[in-house]
């Protein structure tokens, strides 16, 4: 059975230091894979995703991920965080299940000091 | 708004009584699932629909829990004789898809179980 592991369960950053989540999948086969993010109050909100092609890519609000295949890795990064990317941050994963379940990461809490 | 709405968004109920939620997922998805959350975890897989066919159960899911989509729209989530590990936020998501594609699922704001 595939699974995800998230390395953070709490990161405590100041407005303008860099992110770096990291996210672990074990699944052999072809995935996909998802960042997805949940603000306080707020519902799961889709943050990026791949599915081929660029193994970087490029989300919403600044976001960005790179899958490195050999890793089975999909960190999700950004060069300066802001207040209000305060949310709990979770990694996603598709890998050969017909019909698109989705296997969740732990999640990161993610708190930004102003 | 046109995004998956759940209802209702708390349900507080008693140990051993049924409880049922409620998602109607974006119009235009085939796909609709269910997952559940605790505090400290990332949802977890319950069960599966496309169209109106019920396609994939997780061992989560116990014989307690019964999921129906009647006519493909809207489905709902039945837990009977509710015990307190049932305590939980209750995910419905929505895509499309076709066989054998993994398709971006969007997430409904969730119901909140308490069972005391």
Known sequence: AQSVSQHNHHVILSEAASLELGCNYSYGGTVNLFWYVQYPGQHLQLLLKYFSGDPLVKGIKGFEAEFIKSKFSFNLRKPSVQWSDTAEYFCAVWGGTSYGKLTFGQGTILTVHP | ?116
């Not at chain 2, 629909?49 to 014989?63: G, I, P, T, Y």
């Not at chain 2, 590990?85 to 419905?92: E, I, R, T, V």
Request: hydrophobic share 25%; net charge neutral; with cysteine.
């Open chain 2, 1 to 116: 708004d046109t995004g998956v709405s759940q209802d209702p968004r708390h349900k507080i109920t008693k140990r051993g009584q049924n409880v049922t939620f409620r998602c109607d997922p974006i119009s235009e998805h085939n796909r609709l699932y269910w997952y559940r959350q605790t505090l400290g975890q990332g949802p977890e897989f319950l069960t599966y629909f496309q169209n109106e066919a019920q396609l994939e159960k997780s061992r989560l899911l116990s014989d307690r829990f019964s999921a129906e989509r009647p006519k493909g729209s809207f489905s709902t989530l039945e837990i009977q004789r509710t015990e307190q590990g049932d305590s939980a936020m209750y995910l419905c998501a929505s895509s499309n898809g076709l066989a054998g594609l993994s398709y971006e699922q969007y997430f409904g704001p969730g119901t909140r179980l308490t069972v005391t």
